[in-house]
């Protein structure tokens, strides 16, 4: 094969052969220009009916024509180091409805990967953010005094439980609220080592990949990573392996910094620790004056029916890490920290982006969506949509376990190919479900989810495994 010749085939077999490289930039650009000129609204649904919509509507096979296309024109210029799930190219949402670019309505349970917490598009969340953009588009809330910057500290120290009044840190993502963590918390204990867990997942910065051990394909290639960093078994108990092994053998407690851990392990598969355990973390943190780090960015900001998925533990943590569902797809992360661990000089972290305040009004938004109804929704929904796939469970014997919390649910196979071939199957029947850890398929939906919504969803999944087991 020629050198920029390259032929790959993603999850639906949709073929894209590189062209000569010196063809690249300017046959992909007229492809794309031509595929975006020829993009009007995909259908001619309203926002409120397709939002009123309970069942996926699909008018082309899946992956359609426009995606296709996009997906060969795309592959030409985006870094092939992008994970890709499978071949899906949304157009435009409303709710849990997402259409594609063919004018497909899916029903959507991964919400943008645990993001759009509100729902795609909720117009108080769209107000919100027009009426910002007219007034302030930009001004670096590092280095001058932003407002709203300081309303949403003010908000997050407000819902947020770290055992005193709290100061926030914004960033522009999960993996600069871990990265500011690790700083955070070397630089107010003194101390080096950091100690994470197997199966977690806090981002792909180098701070933060080096605490994740979800994956080996994370590190493969960009070793040596943070040095300092540890990892135990998640939801083992303390004495069976952090006392006797970490402790005893590794490093001395009076040593490490803190503790980063997942309150309930997102990319890792949606894995609850045993009752107890995250209250054993914290007792053995504060005995050895450990920082206690929760890494809420996928179980945080109402998904599980509760504000953070710690409260559920009755705990207090000393640092809390937000994103994602934060404000609902505009790109903010934040670290909450009590006020005697966030001791660090002035100048010592800061960021010319991070709680720009458009995403800020977007954060506002969302907090109140949450509050007033949405976490509630995802009390009330979430746990009756897990209750039918527990029933669902009884019929299909290629499931093997369900958990989770509120509208974090994992869904647990037998391996990952029968789990991958279950999430293709849902895709082609007009739901969007997510691979987690190495068995597991997620169900995340918005946190707007509707009960009817939630009886389709378990019956396209049910038909998804039946295809899968040669019962249909
Ligand atoms: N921490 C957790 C628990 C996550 O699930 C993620 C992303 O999936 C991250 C950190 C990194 O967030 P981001 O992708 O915004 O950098």
């Known amino acids: 094969m020629k050198a920029g010749r390259r032929a790959r085939q993603d999850e639906a077999g949709v073929d894209s052969v590189g062209p000569e490289v010196d063809d690249i930039p300017s046959q992909a650009e007229a492809e794309i220009r031509a595929f975006l000129d020829d993009s009007g609204p995909p259908s001619a649904l309203g926002r409120e009916e397709l939002e009123a ?5 699909l008018i082309t096979e899946i992956p359609g024509p426009r995606t296709r296309a996009l997906i060969e024109a795309d592959h030409k210029v985006t870094s092939p180091s992008l994970p890709r799930a499978y071949p899906f190219a949304p157009a435009r949402g409303a709710g849990s409805m997402i259409e594609d670019v063919d004018g497909n309505v899916f029903l959507d349970f991964n919400a943008g990967i645990a993001v759009c917490s509100t729902g795609h598009a909720h117009p108080k969340v769209v107000r919100a953010i027009e009426e910002q953009a007219e007034r302030l588009l930009h001004y670096s809330g590092g280095d001058f005094y932003l407002p709203i910057y300081a309303e949403v500290c003010a908000e997050l120290d407000r819902i947020t439980d770290v055992g005193g009044p709290a100061r926030t840190f914004l960033t522009n993502s999960g993996t600069e609220a871990v990265e500011a963590a690790i700083k955070l918390a070397r630089n107010s204990t003194g101390r080096q080592y950091l100690l994470a867990f197997i199966g977690g997942f806090h981002g792909r910065s180098y701070g933060s990949v080096s605490l994740t051990a979800s994956k080996a394909k994370y590190h493969a290639g960009f070793g040596p990573l943070l040095p300092g960093v540890l990892h135990a078994p998640f939801g083992v108990s303390i004495s069976e392996f952090i006392e006797p092994v970490i402790f005893k053998r590794l490093v001395p407690p009076d040593e490490v910094a803190a503790v980063v851990v997942e309150p309930i392990q997102g990319e890792g598969g949606y894995v609850v620790p045993p009752d107890g355990w995250l209250a054993d973390l914290r007792e053995m943190c504060s005995a050895h004056g450990i920082l206690l780090i929760a890494d809420e960015i996928q179980s945080g900001m109402g998904r599980t029916g509760r504000m953070w998925a710690y409260e559920h533990e009755g705990i207090t943590p000393d640092i809390v890490l937000g994103g994602k569902g934060i404000a609902s797809g505009m790109p903010l992360g934040a670290m909450i920290a009590r ?6 000089d002035r100048g010592a972290h800061g960021s010319t982006y991070a709680g720009n305040p458009v995403c800020c009004a977007a ?14 929704n995802a009390a009330d929904v979430g746990p009756s949509l897990m209750e039918s796939l527990g029933r669902l469970q009884a019929r299909e014997p290629l499931i093997r376990d369900i958990r989770g919390r509120g509208m974090m649910i994992g869904v647990d196979f037998e391996d990952g190919e029968t789990a991958d071939a279950v999430e293709m199957a849902c895709l082609r029947r007009g739901l969007l479900v997510l691979r987690a850890g190495d068995s597991a398929v997620r169900i995340a939906p918005p946190l707007v989810l509707r009960h009817d919504q939630a009886r389709v969803g378990v019956r396209i999944f049910e038909e998804a495994c039946a295809e899968v087991a040669g019962t249909s």
């Open 53 to 57: 919509m309970a069942a996926p509507r």
């Open 339 to 344: 006020h005697d661990v966030m001791t660090w």
């Open 363 to 376: 954060a506002l938004a969302t907090i109140g969506l949450l509050e007033s109804e949405l976490i509630e």
